[in-house]
């Protein structure tokens, strides 16, 4: 799903330059369901390093990240999208959204969301497939759908040469 939302960003900003896109599995640095905003940007950030230091012949490095956290109206879920070259990041925020109380119930105790996912809804590993956003929207969107318009709001530094 992160690998499509790559793809299909980066064939949305750079109409007329083909990619070759590898999809590496590298450590977050952070917990397994990560907490806040700052651990989840933390995650993405770790994501995109890892992948630099394993892959410097590249042009981009990017690590995307999912977390939740705790305000007062209960628990948001959100991603973030780290994307670095040799010269520049940038990042951006996937829109959130809230989870519904049952799924709040079973992360206060320590599940992670993908597995409270399974759980409520009696499903195998959806966090690998469309994850609480379209299991959710009952998959009016999806993971790759979401991930996709932060990685568009991430590139943004490298279209705008002159601004950043």
Not at 33 to 60: C, V
Not at 71 to 99: C, M, P, Q
């Amino acid at each position: 799903m992160k690998i499509e939302a790559v793809k299909i960003a980066f064939k949305k900003v750079f109409t007329n330059v083909d990619f070759i896109f590898e999809s590496i599995n590298t450590p977050s640095g952070v917990s397994d369901q990560p907490m806040s905003s700052i651990e989840t940007l933390k995650g993405a950030k770790n994501r995109a390093n890892y992948s630099f230091s394993n892959k410097q012949d590249n042009y981009f490095w990017i690590g995307i990240e999912g977390g939740i956290e705790k305000s007062i109206d209960g628990y948001e879920a959100f991603a973030w999208v780290y994307i670095k070259s040799n010269h520049k990041i940038g990042k951006a925020r996937t829109a959130g959204f809230f989870l519904p109380k049952k799924i709040e119930n079973l992360i206060d105790k320590g599940i992670e969301l993908g597995d409270a996912d399974d759980i409520v809804f009696g499903l195998k590993n959806s966090k690998k497939k469309n994850g609480a956003v379209g299991i959710l929207t009952k998959n009016v969107t999806n993971r790759t759908k979401y991930y996709s318009e932060a990685v568009i709001l991430a590139l943004i530094p490298f279209v705008n040469n002159d601004l950043f």
